[in-house]
C-alpha cells in the first residue's frame, strides 16, 4: 500500500465541553472494507514530503503533525516561558512534529 493522507479534524480544547455534551450516535459496528487499487497506490511520490539535511541527503517522514496554539493576550508570557519571542506571532505558537522511522532515500528532486 503506498502512502496515505487523510485530512484531520481540528481538536479545539475550548470547544471540547461542547461535544461532549453533544449526544453521541453511532451508526453501529464498524467494518473493515476494501480499498480500490486506485486508492491503494496513495499519494504520488512526487507530491510526497520530503526533509534535506545540510548535506544534501533526502528523507521521507513517516508522519508530520501541525499545532496551533492560540493564547490570549493575558498568557503570551506562559507561551513564551517554551518558546522563543518570535514564535508568538499574532497570539499564535505554530508547532510542527516530523517522525522519521527510518533513512529511506527518496528519488531525487
Not at 449526544?23 to 534535506?52: C, F, I, R, Y
Not at 533526502?58 to 498568557?75: A, C, D, G, N
Amino acid at each position: 500500500m503506498g502512502v496515505q493522507q487523510r485530512p484531520v479534524e481540528p481538536d479545539i480544547v475550548a470547544q471540547r465541553y461542547q461535544r461532549s455534551a453533544r449526544p453521541q450516535q453511532t451508526s453501529g459496528p464498524v467494518a473493515l472494507h476494501s480499498m480500490s487499487p486506485e486508492d491503494t497506490k496513495g499519494v504520488p511520490v512526487e507530491q510526497q514530503l520530503t526533509v534535506h539535511d545540510a548535506s544534501g541527503r533526502v528523507y521521507r517522514p513517516l508522519q508530520v503533525s501541525l499545532l496551533e496554539s492560540r493564547f490570549e493576550p493575558e498568557h503570551y508570557a506562559d507561551a513564551l516561558r517554551e518558546a522563543p519571542p518570535n514564535a508568538l506571532v499574532d497570539g499564535v505558537v505554530w508547532t510542527v512534529l516530523v517522525v522519521f522511522a527510518s533513512e529511506i532515500d527518496a528519488p531525487a528532486t
